[in-house]
């Protein structure tokens, strides 16, 4: 072959390769994320001017650019899903609930946490939104950016579902209780209440999340007259029966937690506590450990032992009296936080 053939060939292959090059380009951009856009030279309206409708919450999200795009991306959607939490917080202040947290789970779930008060205290199961989906993406030349979205309408009808799934359950375990919304509560009814107190908490939950989300004016998922007779009727029962707390150590600390879960302290309650505690304590650089073990005992309606638990608590402070008393407080709050945990897991 002569030279002139050689480079012929030569610049063939060259031109061949460059256009395999390209086309692969092409077919790679194509079969990735359709959504990315890269012209750096106009920024989309949805950067500055996201979307808004009923039916959808929506969020902007941006991070630095980086020679890895898809960690950039996954950045900037995390960031996207925190101005949806951010809207959610002013939304949970508008309806005048208290201690509502949005956190972040993953880098597309985020969390609504309501820390309820009196009895609704006891512990449900937060719920997880749906997952967010990016609607579009944009790379810029410093930036990328994305558009996140969550679809109202579809957690909607996951709550929903859910709350008329809980009101069945009150309702079958009120049709247990051997009296009605006028009577006296029967002490044994205890167990059934208690399973009460455990299902209007994950109601509540169910329904400040519904009223999170709603478009409608007004509080959403209202109880109909017989489950608010039923609450009625539970509240009713938690202060007739009460606890006698005369056997405990540091009854007041004691009496002071039950108040906080809608439970009542007195004397000749249908249930029973006694506590056992020690202490010790220790001192380093010029600070007092406290620690303080003990043991909660509950005797139930018919004096048999229900149950026992073990504890241990610590306080710290500059001053040996203010440890001592951050102790007995830390000992007493987990005494009936656990006592409350274990009540409302009866069926």
């Not at 079969?31 to 969020?59: A, E, I, M, Q």
């Not at 997880?128 to 990016?134: F, G």
């Not at 609607?135 to 996140?148: I, K, P, S, T, W």
């Not at 509080?219 to 005369?246: C, H, M, V, Y």
């Amino acid at each position: 072959m002569n030279k002139a053939s050689l480079f012929r060939s030569f610049s063939w292959l060259l031109v061949a390769s460059f256009s395999l090059a390209s086309l692969t380009g092409c077919i790679s951009a194509l079969n990735g994320d359709s959504l990315v856009k890269t012209d750096s030279s106009d920024v989309p309206d949805w950067v500055l001017s996201p979307p808004s409708d009923r039916s959808h919450l929506y969020g902007v999200g941006s991070a630095p650019r980086i020679d890895n795009l898809a960690l950039a991306f996954s950045q900037a959607e995390q960031n996207g899903n925190a101005q949806i939490a951010q809207q959610l917080r002013t939304q949970v202040s508008q309806v005048n609930t208290q201690d509502t947290q949005v956190s972040s789970t993953s880098g597309q779930h985020e969390q609504v946490v309501r820390t309820q008060s009196a009895y609704t205290q006891v512990k449900t199961a937060p719920i997880e939104l749906e997952q967010t989906v990016n609607e579009q993406r944009f790379a810029g030349a410093d930036y990328v950016y994305v558009l996140q979205s969550i679809d109202r309408q579809r957690i909607i009808a996951k709550l929903t579902a859910m709350l008329s799934d809980t009101d069945d359950q009150i309702r079958s375990a009120a049709a247990r209780l051997s009296t009605t919304p006028e009577q006296t509560a029967a002490v044994k009814d205890w167990r059934t209440y208690m399973g009460l107190i455990r299902l209007f908490a994950q109601r509540k939950t169910y329904q400040d999340e519904l009223s999170l989300y709603s478009t409608q004016n007004g509080l959403s998922g209202r109880a109909d007259k017989g489950l608010q007779a039923t609450e009625r009727q539970l509240n009713q029962a938690l202060s007739q029966f009460g606890f006698d707390i005369s056997a405990t150590e540091q009854g007041h600390l004691l009496a002071s937690e039950l108040s906080k879960y809608g439970l009542v302290a007195k004397q000749g309650g249908v249930f029973r506590l006694s506590s056992k505690t020690s202490s010790h304590s220790q001192t380093q650089s010029g600070r007092y450990y406290v620690f303080q073990e003990g043991t909660l005992s509950l005797i139930g309606p018919d004096n048999g032992h229900l149950a026992s638990w073990n504890l241990s608590a610590r306080g710290i402070d500059k001053n040996q009296q203010s440890a001592e008393n951050k102790a007995a407080e830390d000992w007493s709050q987990q005494a009936i936080s656990t006592l409350f945990s274990w009540l409302t897991s009866q069926e």
